[in-house]
């Protein structure tokens, strides 16, 4: 599918809308799993908008940095490198009750809101 980059931030935005949603339900692992593809999608946008190409099919955040040639202030780095890691976890979970207690509803609170301000960051490049 060929998506435009206004349209990879909107659903990045309908995506983090989501994961707010998941965490007053309590679904925590689906909450950060939706912090992790909403920053996938806005990144993708971003990566189409600055290289003028469809953005590679992949999750690692750090790669499309790389590939757009962004360089994130200190603080967002720390947590991209952190909630990249999110991925495969919450994604492909080989027990649900680990990942339940690796992510407790205060952790997810703080994955939530650190990724909506680095959506905001990222939606300044656009």
């Not at 990045?12 to 950060?32: C, F, H, M, P």
């Not at 999608?41 to 099919?57: C, E, F, H, S």
């Not at 040639?69 to 080989?94: C, D, H, M, W």
Request: one cysteine or more.
């Amino acid at each position: 599918m060929r998506k435009n980059a206004k349209e990879w931030l909107k659903q990045a935005k309908y995506d983090i809308e989501t994961a707010e949603y998941l965490l007053k339900g309590e679904r925590n692992s689906y909450a950060v799993f939706l912090c992790h593809l909403s920053i996938e999608k806005a990144l993708k946008g971003v990566y189409q908008k600055r290289v003028g190409r469809i953005a590679p099919k992949t999750h690692n955040f750090i790669y499309m940095l790389r590939k757009s040639e962004i360089e994130p202030p200190q603080e967002y780095r720390k947590f991209l490198a952190k909630l990249n890691g999110a991925s495969v976890i919450t994604r492909y979970p080989e027990n649900l009750e680990k990942v339940k207690k690796f992510y407790p509803l205060t952790v997810v609170k703080e994955i939530v809101h650190k990724s909506k301000q680095t959506l905001e960051w990222i939606e300044s490049m656009y």
